[in-house]
């Protein structure tokens, strides 16, 4: 009798143990990342740093679960749609137009954004201080900086006098940002050169077909569908040996002439503590959305050369990074 008791005890112990064992497994959270295209992979990298300053690391305590645009944000509504079923416990999205399509398909799930456009305005959120909504998240100035963008674009090409810009009409962000250049251009002496597309394939078609000659330089607009295609600006405006103005300090990395803009790491750092106490229980609508103000001018002092640019001393000596 002793021994059936022992055993029966024994085995109701085992059986308790199972679900206690799995109540101590820790929790990994899921989180959706919805990228227009690899230049926002900047955003991830700074994500990753201030999660694990917050002591949560990838593959322990989180996992993400990317989904690239690669350029089409047509593509970011499935997308989105489909995180929301796949029950990832939230999305992080890296711009404008990512965050406005994800908003818009889903219905529930907490949405931690980065928004190059006043959220406000885009009625993303109810206030700064009070988004109200289960959005909140980082606001970066993308659009507004863009006659800034030219003026600078004019310091290291004082010559300049027609510059080409490529956006898709459609996006919001890339409207306001054409609306801005468009109104300084003439003030800084320049001829505006817009071409609309509204797919890769037409844009990269629009970038091959430059001429020698055709204009003097390239400003990006706040168009993500435009920085998808970066190397492919980059490599032709070497080739035709025109200076670039890019929003990003990648792009500047991987060839473009200059950057003006916020650092999209940083960014992406200060995106973590949103993503670290929503998964603790803190709702979105409670949570501030804050900005970033620190705004950086980064030169490629190798590729002015390949392109047989002088870039002003004036100018390098208010840059604040210069890559040799």
Same mark, same amino acid.
């Given at each position: 009798?002793?021994? %059936?008791?022992?055993? /029966? ?10 679900p ?31 999660l ?9 305590? /989180? ?6 645009? %690669?350029? +089409? ?9 489909n ?13 404008t ?15 931690? /954004? ?40 004019? +310091?290291i090409?004082?010559?300049l ?21 468009r ?39 706040? +168009? ?21 103005? /890019? ?8 060839g ?46 190798k ?22």
């Open positions: 009798m002793n021994k %059936k008791i022992s055993a /029966f005890l024994l085995a109701t112990i085992l059986l308790a143990a199972v206690l064992a799995e109540a101590q497994q820790p929790k990994v959270y899921r989180v959706g990342v919805l990228l227009p295209g690899e230049a926002w992979y900047e955003t991830i990298d700074g994500l990753r740093v201030g694990r300053e917050l002591g949560l690391l990838e593959g322990k305590q /989180f996992i993400f679960a990317i989904r690239d645009m %690669k350029g +089409d944000v047509k593509a970011a509504e499935e997308a989105a749609r995180l929301e079923q796949e029950k990832v416990n939230l999305i992080y999205t890296t711009s137009n990512v965050t406005i399509a994800a908003k818009r398909a889903t219905t529930d799930i907490p949405i931690v /954004f980065n928004a190059g456009a006043d959220p406000v305005v885009l009625g993303l959120v109810e206030s700064f201080a009070k988004p109200g909504v289960r959005l909140t998240g980082v606001f970066y100035r993308v659009a507004d900086l863009t006659a800034k963008r030219l003026e600078m674009l004019k +310091d090409v004082p010559k006098r027609r510059v080409v810009t490529f956006y898709n009409p459609r996006y919001l962000a890339a409207i306001e940002s054409s609306k801005l250049a109104e300084a251009a003439p003030l800084l002496g320049v001829e505006l050169v817009e071409r609309h597309v509204v797919s890769v394939e037409e844009l990269q078609a629009g970038v091959r077909a430059l001429r020698a000659g055709e204009v003097d330089a390239f400003l990006s607009l706040a +168009d993500p569908m435009v920085s998808s295609q970066d190397q492919l600006i980059i490599d032709t405006a070497r080739v035709k040996r025109l200076p670039t103005m /890019f929003n990003f300090l990648s792009q500047v990395i991987k473009g002439l200059a950057s003006y803009s916020v650092s999209f790491h940083e960014v992406g750092r200060m995106s973590a503590k949103y993503v670290q106490r929503i998964l603790t229980g803190v709702k979105p609508k409670d949570l501030p959305v804050e900005g970033v103000d620190k705004i950086e001018l980064i030169i490629n002092l590729t002015a050369k390949q392109i047989g640019l002088t870039i002003p001393q004036s100018v390098l000596y208010r840059a604040d990074r210069v890559i040799k």
